[in-house]
């Protein structure tokens, strides 16, 4: 497998759920982004990892619970969800250093629904 | 003010247009700017990247920056229908595990 990899790629869960989204990478990046799309609105960034250690939480709310084993690795446990955070959720990775070259790279997304 | 702006479009052309999307930031901290390509139901793909004024080219596409006037714009020549996308336009700071500020993008359709 090559680049970011997400699972699963659809999830529906009802409210009270707990489930949890996979994301691993195999660029050999040491930074890990979760994105939130909503329809016809920006991505919205919800949080980073450079070098397993959280650098960057924008203001989600707790049932979103992001963990990060490995630079490989990410994970968003999800639990009592809202119809409203139903999105694409978007898994990114980079080298993590800040400079010109430090682009970020996309997996598929996976299209969550919330009931 | 939004801190990135897109104007959302739908942009339609026919194929073989010159196609110019547009973007603009409030933000003077913003040192590079990238351009995404989103089919539907799929993660955004990298198309360009630059951290200068002045255009940068690769193939059908060029990216250009105004850090002057805050304004960025990618052209593509000769478009094709297989363009048909939406185009994200991101900015971020020079640091470590910078976030990206995305544009709300702009969707395209290139009819044959």
């Known amino acids: 497998e090559t680049g970011v990899t997400q699972t699963p790629r659809h999830l529906v869960m009802g409210m009270t759920n707990k489930k949890s989204l996979k994301c691993e990478q195999h660029?050999?990046?040491?930074?890990m982004y979760w994105y939130k799309q909503s329809a016809k609105k920006p991505l919205e960034l919800m949080f980073v990892?450079?070098?397993?250690?959280?650098?960057e939480n924008n203001s989600v709310p707790s049932r979103f619970s992001p963990e990060c084993p490995n630079s490989s690795h990410l994970f968003l446990h999800l639990h009592t969800l809202q119809p409203e955070d139903s999105a694409l959720y978007l898994c990114?990775?980079?080298?993590?250093?800040?400079?010109?070259?430090?682009?970020?790279?996309f997996g598929p997304g996976t299209r969550l629904t919330v009931l | 003010q939004k801190e990135v702006e897109q104007d959302p479009g739908p942009l339609s052309v026919p194929e073989g247009a010159i196609v110019s999307l547009n973007c603009t930031y409030s933000?003077?901290?913003?040192?590079?700017f990238m351009w995404y390509r989103q089919y539907s139901r799929k993660g955004p793909e990298l198309l360009m990247y630059?951290?200068?004024?002045g255009n940068k080219e690769d193939g059908r596409f060029t990216a250009q920056v105004d850090k002057s006037s805050k304004y960025i714009s990618l052209f593509i020549r000769d478009s094709q229908p297989s363009d048909s996308a939406t185009y994200l336009c991101?900015?971020?700071?020079?640091?470590?595990?910078?976030?990206?500020?995305f544009g709300q993008g702009t969707e395209l359709s290139v009819k044959p």
């Open positions: 660029l050999g990046h040491n930074a």
């Open positions: 933000n003077s901290a913003f040192q590079y």
């Open positions: 990114a990775s980079s080298q993590g250093h800040g400079g010109a070259s430090d682009t970020q790279y």
């Open positions: 630059t951290y200068s004024s």
């Open positions: 991101a900015n971020r700071r020079g640091r470590a595990g910078g976030k990206l500020i």
């Open positions: 990892y450079n070098f397993k250690e959280q650098t």
